[in-house]
């Protein structure tokens, strides 16, 4: 069995277009076709369901697709081994970041550093939701990944969770809100008021379900946008109120032209903690490539750096 045949497979059942797939391997469309039809022709069985769009596999190649990517995996882990020794660290790593956590994690400066010591590497930053990206690490999709599972104790049965950063999430409101009146604002105080949300894949919009769901509360979600510039926006002309991550607060503070009032939330007594905790997401029990440990190490010492 060759392992480019196996990439070929690999590629074609994560971009799931034959087009993607090719490009992806630089290869021609034909190639790759001839590629896994090789495969197939060695394991006995169709891998893919013929005449779909987008493609699909078929039982066989579901079956496959795990043991494909950890043997990929082994052979590009024996041969970074051998060029560690050798040279430099080389070869690809593939990050996975949830775009909203840059007000809390630096990564930029982190890759910036990473690369500099590491120049034979490339780097491939892929933003997703966090569910998503806690499901692709645990395929093996992604390397590694920054971000803010729902339900980190969960999320710790699949992955190897590094604490990175956690802050609390405050309310923000308009500044003719009643509510804009207090110095913080007590949970129960929130029963019955309208909400802008974000999508409900995202993190913090998991917690807010949860919290009220526990305090037996209501919100009316009037609105629901996907990005927190939009949600600052829609909060400061009057829409509803939201929660808010405190790094993300502090940015919005400055801006003159956004009529906004934070404040913190108090009267918790649910086992929710409203806060948003960041993670570096690694393959559990398993080896780490060269180039996740290695980036793994830097992230800890970046983050034991930062500490006051």
Not at 14 to 36: K, N, Y
Not at 70 to 78: C, I, M, S, V
Not at 233 to 254: C, I, K, M, T, Y
């Amino acid at each position: 069995m060759e392992l480019r045949h196996l990439r070929h497979f690999v590629a074609l059942a994560e971009e799931r277009s034959f087009t993607r797939a090719a490009a992806r391997e630089l290869i021609v469309q034909s190639g790759l076709s001839s590629s896994v039809r090789a495969l197939e022709k060695e394991v006995g069985a169709l891998l893919f369901v013929r005449g779909t769009r987008p493609v699909r596999l078929t039982t066989e190649g579901e079956a496959l697709l795990p043991a494909a990517r950890r043997t990929l995996d082994a052979a590009d882990g024996a041969l970074q081994a051998v060029r560690d020794v050798h040279g430099g660290l080389t070869g690809r790593l593939r990050i996975g970041a949830y775009q909203a956590s840059r007000h809390l994690v630096p990564l930029a400066s982190w890759l910036s550093g990473f690369v500099r010591s590491h120049p034979g590497l490339d780097i491939e930053v892929r933003q997703h939701p966090a569910v998503e990206m806690i499901r692709m690490v645990a395929d093996g999709e992604l390397d590694c990944a920054l971000a803010a599972a729902p339900d980190p104790a969960r999320t710790a049965e699949r992955l190897d969770l590094l604490p990175v950063a956690s802050e609390p999430y405050v309310l923000a409101c308009a500044l003719d809100h009643p509510l804009a009146a207090r110095d913080d604002v007590p949970l129960p105080l929130l029963d019955g008021e309208r909400f802008v949300e974000t999508h409900s894949l995202w993190t913090g919009r998991m917690l807010s379900d949860a919290l009220f769901a526990e305090a037996g509360m209501v919100r009316r979600i009037v609105c629901e946008v996907s990005e927190w510039a939009m949600v600052s926006d829609l909060v400061a002309a009057g829409l509803g109120v939201a929660f808010v991550p405190e790094s993300l607060a502090r940015d919005l503070l400055p801006l003159p032209d956004l009529p906004l009032r934070l404040l913190p939330i108090t009267g918790n007594t649910t086992s929710v903690r409203l806060e948003r905790r960041v993670d570096l997401l690694l393959p559990k029990g398993q080896g780490l490539n060269t180039a996740t440990r290695r980036f793994a190490e830097h992230v800890q010492a970046e983050v034991r750096a930062a500490r006051p």
